[in-house]
C-alpha cells in the first residue's frame, strides 16, 4: 500500500457550511468527500481527523434570528443542530462538528489577529460604506447588489461577482441596491481594518509554488490572483454578533465573518481533543487537508494561510482538494423555488443512505461540474450498483450460505489465482487513487472488481458444480466470498452502513471499520443473507423529478410573484384556503408491501374510508395508531407511493428524530372540518 511519507497523522477538514442555508446536495460534495478520505485513512489505520463546523458570523445571522424572535445565538444553535443531523443521517462521521460562535474560536481569532497585528499585517484605512436608513443598518457583503466594477455583470453580491470572481467591496458596486428593502443606500464613511495582503503576497507565492502535488484551480487562481497583485482586505464589519476586535477604536465591531470562520478547524479541534490539540496543528508531522468547492479556493490558499502565517508556530495546510459543482438538473439550486433536493429531503423520499452516497460518488465533480437527475440516480444506482455489485454479493451468500453454511476449504486453481492476481493490482490502483483524491477513480475500481468477481462466477458456474464436484465448488465459492470481503472493505468509505451488514452476512464479529484486513478463516460460519441495494422504480423517480423542479402538478413553473412570497417564507390566505383539513380515525394499519418505512393506513373520515400512504413506520406500532384521532390533507391530489395509491396526507410534526402524529384535543364526529 502506497503512504505518504513524512507525516504522522492526517487532519482533514470540509469546509463549512454556513448555518443559514440548509445544504443542498452540491453542497455536501466536500463534506461527502472529506468524510470517504477520513473513513480510508482510519480503515488502513492511520491516524486521522475529520473537523467540521457551522459558520455562524455576519449580517444574516443577525436578520434571521430577528425574524424568528431568536437570539442569535438560539437561532444558530438550531440550525448548527438540524445541519448535523441531516450529516448524520448521511453517514457523514466528524470527530467534532463545531460552531463558529464558541468561546474557544473567538479566542483563537483574537490571538490571530493581535500576531498579525503586531507583525504590522493590519492597516487602518476610512472605508466609504453603504447604509441603508429604512433598514437602519450598515449593508455589508450580500445584502448589497449592483454592478460588478471589473466586468459588468448586474447582480454582482457585495463580496464578490459571480461572473468574474472577483473580490469586491459593497460600496465598488455601481448603482448598489439594499437587498432588505430594495431602496438604493446612502454612503456613509467609517474606520476599518484590513490585513495586508500585498505584504504577504512574496510568501505566500513561495509558499504555493511548493505545493507542486496541487491540481488545477487550486495552483492557477491563487498564483495568477498574486501575479495580478492583491489588495488589501477589509477584516473588520460593524455588527453586533460576531467576534469582539481587541484593538482601540474598534471595540463596537466585530471581525469579518471569512476572518474568523477558518479558525473554527483550530478551535473545533481544541475543543474536541482538549490538551492534545497542539499536535495537530503546530507540529510539522501533521498533513492539514482541506476539502472545499472551487468557490472556496481563494480563501483557503490566500486568506486562511496569511491568517496562519500570524505566527511561525501554525502549520500551513498541505493540500487543498477542490472540487467543481454540482447542478440540479441544468438549474441552480434554490430553497425558495424549490428546485433541487437539499439535505433536509435526503430522508423523505424513501432513498437509502448508501444509494445517495454511492451515486454522489460514482459522480463526483471532481475535474468538471455535473449535473444531477433523477433518471441518472436511478440508472446509476440499478445499473452499476445494484446489478453490478449487489448482484454478486447477494448470489455468492445466498448460494454459499446454501450449500455450505459457512466459508468452505479451498484448493486454488491456476485460473484461480490468475483472478486474485488481477483483484490485487486492482486493489493497488485503488489505494493510488485514494491517496491522490480521486476518489470517484477509486470507487471506479471497486466496480472492476465486482465486474471481474461476477465473471468469475459465471464462467465457474457453482450451481453444476455443486451437483457434480462439491470440492471445487467449496473452492470457487471461497473466491468469491473472499472477493465479497474485500469489495466490503473497499467500499466502506463510500458506503459504510451497507458494509456493516455485509460484514455481518460474511460471518465477521467484528465491524469492518474496525477490521485490519479482508481475509476469511474456512469455516466461519456465514449470517444471513440479504439484499442489500435496492433498485429505484421509474415511477418513483419521476415522481421525484416533478417534486423537485419547481414546477406545480400542472407542469407550469410557479409564476414571479409566488417566488417572490416564497422568499419570505409567506403563503397568502387565499392560497393557505385551498387546502382543506379533516379530521378522521385510524382503522387499519398494514405494512406497505415495498417499502420497509411506509404504512398503509385505512382512515374513516365519515362519509368515507381514505387509503393513505404515510412514513410513520419507524415511529408508531399499528396498535398505537389504530383508534387515533388524525388531522387529514383531503383534497391533496391522490399519488402512488411505491405503487400505492395514497388519497390524502396525513399530518405529523417532525424535528430531528422524533416524529408526533398531530390530534385533536377532544373526540369529534369523523369528517369534522379542520378551520
Ligand atoms: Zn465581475
Ligand atoms: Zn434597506
Redesign the pocket.
Known amino acids: 500500500m502506497l503512504i505518504i511519507v513524512g507525516f504522522k497523522r492526517t487532519l482533514v477538514t470540509a469546509a463549512l457550511p454556513y448555518v443559514n442555508n440548509v445544504p443542498h446536495l452540491g453542497n455536501i460534495i466536500c463534506t461527502l468527500r472529506a468524510d470517504i478520505y477520513s473513513r480510508y485513512l482510519k480503515l488502513n489505520g492511520r491516524d486521522a481527523l475529520f473537523i467540521c463546523g457551522t459558520d455562524e458570523s455576519g449580517t444574516r445571522t443577525e436578520i434571521e434570528a430577528q425574524k424568528r424572535g431568536l437570539t442569535p445565538d438560539k437561532y444558530c444553535k438550531q440550525m448548527h443542530d438540524d445541519i448535523l443531523t441531516n450529516f448524520n443521517w448521511l453517514g457523514i462521521e466528524f470527530d467534532n462538528f463545531g460552531r463558529t460562535s464558541s468561546e474557544t474560536n473567538k479566542e483563537l481569532t483574537q490571538e490571530i489577529f493581535t500576531d498579525l497585528d503586531k507583525k504590522g499585517l493590519i492597516l487602518e484605512k476610512e472605508l466609504t460604506l453603504l447604509y ?1 436608513k ?2 437602519d443598518r450598515y ?1 455589508p457583503d450580500s445584502y448589497v447588489e449592483g454592478i460588478c466594477p471589473h466586468c459588468g455583470f448586474d447582480g454582482a453580491k457585495g463580496d464578490q461577482c459571480d461572473n468574474c470572481s472577483k473580490f469586491l467591496e459593497p460600496a465598488e458596486l455601481k448603482e448598489p441596491k ?1 437587498k ?2 430594495g ?1 438604493t ?1 446612502e454612503v456613509r464613511k467609517d474606520m476599518h481594518l484590513f490585513l495586508d495582503l500585498p505584504k504577504l503576497s512574496p510568501s505566500l507565492k513561495k509558499w504555493i509554488e511548493s505545493k507542486r502535488d496541487w491540481k488545477g484551480v487550486t495552483r492557477n487562481m491563487p498564483l495568477s490572483w498574486i501575479k495580478e497583485g492583491l489588495e488589501p482586505r477589509c477584516i473588520s464589519r460593524n455588527l453586533k454578533w460576531g467576534t469582539k476586535i481587541p484593538k482601540k477604536g474598534y471595540e463596537d465591531k466585530v471581525f469579518y465573518v471569512w476572518f474568523d470562520a477558518p479558525v473554527g478547524y483550530i478551535a473545533f479541534t481544541r475543543d474536541y481533543l482538549k490538551k492534545d490539540w497542539k499536535t495537530w496543528w503546530q507540529s510539522k508531522d501533521t498533513r492539514i487537508i482541506h476539502f472545499l468547492g472551487k468557490d472556496n479556493v481563494p480563501f483557503h490558499t490566500i486568506i486562511w494561510p496569511s491568517e496562519l502565517m500570524s505566527n511561525s508556530k501554525w502549520t500551513l495546510p498541505d493540500y487543498v482538494a477542490s472540487n467543481e459543482y454540482l447542478n440540479y438538473q441544468g438549474q441552480q439550486f434554490s430553497k425558495s423555488r424549490n428546485v433541487g433536493i437539499f439535505t433536509s429531503d435526503l430522508d423523505k423520499v424513501g432513498i437509502e443512505p448508501s444509494l445517495w452516497r454511492f451515486y454522489l460518488s460514482v459522480t463526483l465533480p471532481e475535474h468538471k461540474d455535473y449535473d444531477f437527475s433523477w433518471q441518472d440516480l436511478m440508472d446509476k444506482t440499478n445499473n452499476e450498483l445494484v446489478a453490478n455489485i449487489g448482484n454478486f454479493l447477494f448470489r455468492t451468500l445466498s448460494f454459499s450460505k446454501k450449500h455450505f453454511g459457512e466459508v468452505p476449504k479451498c484448493a486454488l486453481s491456476p485460473d484461480d489465482i490468475k483472478v486474485i492476481d488481477k483483484v490485487e493490482k486492482l486493489k493497488e490502483k485503488y489505494a493510488l487513487k485514494m491517496e491522490t483524491f480521486e476518489l470517484k477513480e477509486a470507487l471506479k475500481t471497486v466496480l472492476e472488481i465486482s465486474n471481474l468477481s461476477n465473471q468469475y462466477f459465471q464462467k465457474n458456474e457453482p450451481w453444476v458444480l455443486v451437483k457434480t464436484d462439491k470440492v471445487r465448488c467449496g473452492t470457487v465459492l471461497n473466491v468469491c466470498l473472499n472477493l465479497c470481503s474485500t469489495i466490503g472493505r473497499l467500499l466502506y468509505p463510500f458506503v459504510p452502513v451497507s458494509s456493516e451488514d455485509l460484514w455481518e452476512q460474511l460471518g465477521y464479529k467484528d465491524d469492518v471499520g474496525k477490521s485490519r484486513g479482508a481475509v476469511l478463516t474456512v469455516g466461519q460460519k456465514l449470517g444471513k443473507p440479504s439484499i442489500l441495494f435496492k433498485k429505484i422504480e421509474k415511477e418513483d423517480a419521476d415522481k421525484f423529478e416533478v417534486m423537485f423542479s419547481g414546477k406545480d402538478a400542472k407542469g407550469s413553473k410557479s409564476s414571479k410573484k409566488s417566488e417572490k412570497d416564497d422568499g419570505d417564507g409567506m403563503v397568502t390566505y387565499e392560497e393557505f384556503s385551498k387546502l382543506k383539513f379533516k379530521v378522521g380515525t385510524v382503522v387499519d394499519v398494514k405494512d406497505h408491501p415495498e417499502a420497509d418505512k411506509l404504512y398503509v393506513l385505512s382512515v374513516d373520515l365519515g362519509t368515507e374510508v381514505r387509503q393513505i400512504v404515510a412514513g410513520m413506520k419507524a415511529y408508531y406500532k399499528p396498535d398505537e395508531m389504530k383508534g387515533k384521532q388524525v388531522i387529514v390533507v383531503s383534497n391533496l391530489k391522490p399519488a402512488k407511493l411505491r405503487g400505492i395509491e395514497s388519497q390524502g396526507m396525513v399530518l405529523a410534526a417532525e424535528k430531528g428524530k422524533d416524529v408526533v402524529l398531530l390530534s385533536v384535543d377532544k373526540m369529534i364526529k369523523n369528517g369534522a372540518n379542520v378551520c
Request: with cysteine.
Open positions: 441603508c429604512h433598514d449593508l439594499c432588505l428593502c431602496r443606500p
